[in-house]
């Protein structure tokens, strides 16, 4: 008996010896091996947050697709699989081969398959096969906002646009599955080790207002035959983006198979010389500083000036000419005269200012901030130069978020796209993101009002005269840039860039349109290609934002619209041109069923404007005629608008006119001072 115990005692010794050795000294090291034998963790593409637009319809989503992986171990027949495999998948059996001798526990076979692949390759049955859910990107809109919404890899992680921007937040951390075996190594779905979806996006951009910007960009580019173009369409008022349309186009479901210049984001990334349309902060520096003011006449020298000894011409003759004719003419002439005036070092200041030279912050990948040589590396021409638009690089979006701070009376808003971001039912703005969309002043309330009645005279009698909208008031400048010839390195005089920048309606703007068309054929001045298409959008635009009319709508368009109405189930949406009884698409309405002119000396004090019976306007303009500062203001705070007050002593003029219907809170421009009668010389130098 003690032999015995003595055995077992030694004996239950060792085996406890032993398992405490096992379990404690080596019990990592053979969980570890336990792991490898039995269960694999997967990473697949997380399932990334929804991008919608400002109405929640989608733009972007993740949709559940398969994948297929298979256990080389388990497959009895390799070769027969491979055979199958790649009479399904249209893969090459030697692909497949390589990809089974990579791993006897788990290789991928092809991932996100489609519907009928997937059902094809489940029929098959094939024995160390199996199937993994996965997510994929989908755009189903298409090509709607592709450059602004962007695309992703294979992989899920983004490449251009909102989803490169925001990449971090949308697509959050990756998840992974484990796939678990018995002990006869089959494979079986172990669950989900880890999941966490990403934030959804809003953005400012709506549908409806993007779907009628790239229409109309496509329109014209087919009809100038362009190589590229770009539409903005912004709130002045708040620097959202509501359109950002860019030409070539391309599907983001299939980014790769589109060349990279097509992906190129050109409102935000495309340089360019912005010409004529640079005038306008020529003239609001200008304006600003008090060294000019709009029936100022200047001699602008039958075309052509000298400056630094080089000579540089008009694009026309033009003798005298009031500062508003400069502006409505696109006199270059003219523009440098009072860019001289004012001086350079000022000057840099505004154009500063304006936010040209830098990024303006949009939030979106790509942006380029622009061409500013810095002020001591002006030579003695660059202050001529810069002053009608050359020497100088901007870029959409910044030309834009400029003529916007002159419509909304001189803040300058941070562009953006993105409303806000939510993860579930937490919202995940900060108090910096809103902090950096507070504006700041550029330029004077006086001023901003003052470039705003110049730039409707460029509509009704200058050079954007195809941008006069039916219905609404409208202000612009338009842009003929020359574009620099690699072959010889001066400016071309065919390949041109024409561009058309403006807002609508004058008293409360509510959109800022910039219409940028590179190298048309043809025809190619700005007024001639890129107005129209402003005219078109802004007319589609400020009916389906519901904005009040504030010129009486002619009577031929409201009949035309009636009858093709009840001739089909028209959308409000789609646009109308009424060739049949208005000439060319592009040709301006009569002047008669137009605002009165604003030429040198714009008359305020116009007949009473009749509005349609549906424009929705309540509130009636008082005429302030002869009213103080005081009164005035008492006035339009009783009524609920803002008065914007230029001058001093008594009212003068006014606009809106007296008896226009208006929105509540729209901005009311009241002129003050005296009548004075106009000297015989001036007068003699006007009529000349």
């Given amino acids: 008996m003690l032999i015995v ?48 637009d400002r109405n929640m319809r989608t733009l972007a989503m993740s949709i559940p697709v398969k994948s297929a ?29 390589a990809r089974l001798e990579s791993s006897r526990s788990f290789v991928w076979i092809a991932r996100k398959l489609s519907p009928e692949k997937y059902e094809a390759l489940d029929a098959l049955n094939l024995k160390g096969i199996y199937f993994q859910d996965e997510n994929q990107r989908f755009y189903p809109k298409r090509d709607l906002a592709a450059h602004v919404v962007g695309f992703v890899d ?29 002990a006869r190594q089959r494979w079986f779905d172990g669950g989900e080790a880890q999941r966490e979806r990403g934030a959804n996006v809003e953005l400012t951009l709506d549908e409806k207002i993007q779907y009628i910007a790239q229409r109309e960009l496509g329109l014209a580019m087919a009809k100038t035959r362009a190589v590229a173009g770009t539409v903005i369409v912004m709130d002045p008022n708040t620097g959202e983006i509501l359109a950002m349309a860019n030409w070539p186009r391309f599907n983001p479901n299939n980014a790769s198979e589109a060349p990279a210049e097509w992906r190129m984001n050109r409102a935000v990334s495309a340089l360019y010389e912005p010409g004529s349309t640079f005038k306008l902060i020529t003239l609001a520096a200008a304006f600003d500083q008090d060294v000019t003011y709009p029936r100022e006449v200047f001699d602008c020298e039958n075309g052509a000036i000298y400056i630094a000894g080089h000579r540089i011409r008009d694009h026309k003759p033009f003798g005298l000419l009031t500062v508003a004719d400069i502006l409505a003419q696109s006199s270059d002439v003219g523009a440098i005269k009072i860019a001289v005036r004012l001086g350079s070092p000022k000057f840099y200041e505004y154009i500063r200012g304006f936010g040209f030279g830098a990024p303006t912050g949009i939030d979106l990948p790509g942006e380029s901030r622009g061409l500013l040589h810095r002020l001591e590396n002006w030579s003695a021409i660059s202050i001529g130069s810069v002053s009608m638009g050359q020497e100088i690089g901007v870029t959409p979006i910044q030309l834009a978020t400029a003529v916007s ?22 919202n995940l703005n900060t108090e910096s993101v809103a902090v950096s969309l507070e504006p700041r002043r550029v330029i004077r309330p006086e001023t901003a009002a003052t470039l705003r009645r110049l730039m409707e005279g460029v509509v009704l009698n200058g050079t954007g005269k195809f941008a006069r909208l039916d219905g609404w008031t409208a202000a612009g400048k338009t842009g003929s840039a020359q574009k620099i010839d690699p072959a010889t390195g001066r400016y071309s005089p065919t390949q041109l860039i024409a561009s058309f920048t403006g807002f609508a309606p004058i008293s409360n703007p509510a959109v800022t349109i910039l219409v940028s068309l590179d190298s048309p054929v043809g025809l190619h001045e700005g007024g001639q290609v890129a107005a129209p ?12 934002l519901d904005i009040p009319r504030d010129v ?23 646009d109308f041109t009424p060739t049949d009884f208005l000439g060319q698409p592009d040709e301006p309405p009569a002047a008669s069923n137009q605002t009165t002119p604003i030429g040198p000396e714009p008359q305020l004090h116009a007949p009473e404007v009749t509005m349609a019976a549906d424009e929705g306007g309540d509130i009636a303009v008082p005429d302030f005629a002869g009213k103080t500062m005081r009164e005035v203001t008492e006035m339009c705070l009783r009524l609920g ?25 729209a901005k009311v421009t009241v002129q003050f001072g005296r009548t004075v009668a106009k000297p015989a010389k001036a007068h003699v130098r006007s009529r000349r």
């Fill in 405 to 426: 701070a002159i419509a909304n009376g001189g803040l300058l808003y941070r562009p953006h796209v993105v409303k806000q971001m939510k993860r579930g039912d937490q």
């Fill in 641 to 665: 608008l803002e008065p914007v007050l230029v001058g001093s002593n008594l009212a003068t003029g006014q606009f809106p006119e007296p008896g226009a219907k208006v929105r509540p809170g």
């Fill in 533 to 544: 298409v402003f005219k078109r959008i802004a007319e589609q635009v400020l009916a389906y």
């Fill in 69 to 97: 992986f298979a256990v080389p171990a388990e497959i009895a027949d390799e070769q027969l699989a491979i055979h199958l495999l790649s009479g399904v998948l249209n893969i090459s059996p030697d692909v497949l081969t």
């Fill in 154 to 182: 294979p992989d899920e992680k983004g490449l251009a646009g909102i989803e490169y921007q925001l990449d971090s937040q949308i697509r959050s951390k990756a998840e992974k599955i484990i796939v678990m075996a018995d």
């Fill in 552 to 574: 009486p709508l002619n009577p031929r368009l409201i009949q035309a619209a009636y009858q093709r109405r009840m001739a089909a189930d028209v959308s409000a949406m789609e």
């Fill in 5 to 52: 115990a003595s055995v077992a005692l030694l004996w239950s010794t060792a085996v406890f010896a032993r398992l405490a050795y096992l379990q404690l000294a080596r019990h990592s090291d053979y969980l570890a091996r336990a792991q490898r034998q039995q269960q694999r963790t997967i990473e697949i593409t997380p399932k990334r947050g929804v991008i919608y």
